[in-house]
């Protein structure tokens, strides 16, 4: 199993940033996907999850209504559409699934909100 991430980069408050998870080693179209976050010296918090169809979403009240995940079965990754992005964004951005009970996490991506 791997995850890749990558899109991360600096970005000004208000601005706008998308971020890629491609998967292998896995049927990736079976899976729950989700994205994380840690910010510097906090603990890594949940940021959304999209189940295996990509019909049902779900959000952390910080980010609803400003993220948005989605995913390509077909090209076996995940997205995370950011917008409205804040200076409290900051952090390094994972994606995650678990199979058959063990959890994978990808190596992140550094998302900065700066002016």
């Known amino acids: 199993v791997q995850l890749v991430e990558s899109g991360g980069g600096l970005v000004q408050p208000g601005g706008s940033l998308r971020l890629s998870c491609a998967a292998s080693g896995f049927t990736f179209s079976r899976y729950t996907m989700n994205w994380y976050r840690q910010a510097p010296g906090k603990e890594r918090e949940w940021v959304a999850t999209?189940?295996?169809?990509?019909?049902?979403?779900n959000y952390a009240d910080s980010v609803k209504g400003r993220f948005t995940i989605s995913r390509d079965n077909a090209k076996n990754t995940v997205y995370l559409q950011m917008s409205s992005l804040k200076p409290e964004d900051t952090a390094v951005y994972h994606c995650?699934?678990?199979?058959?009970?063990?959890?994978?996490w990808g190596q992140g991506t550094q998302v900065t909100v700066s002016s």
């Open positions: 999209i189940i295996s169809t990509g019909s049902i979403t």
């Open positions: 995650r699934t678990v199979l058959n009970g063990a959890t994978y």
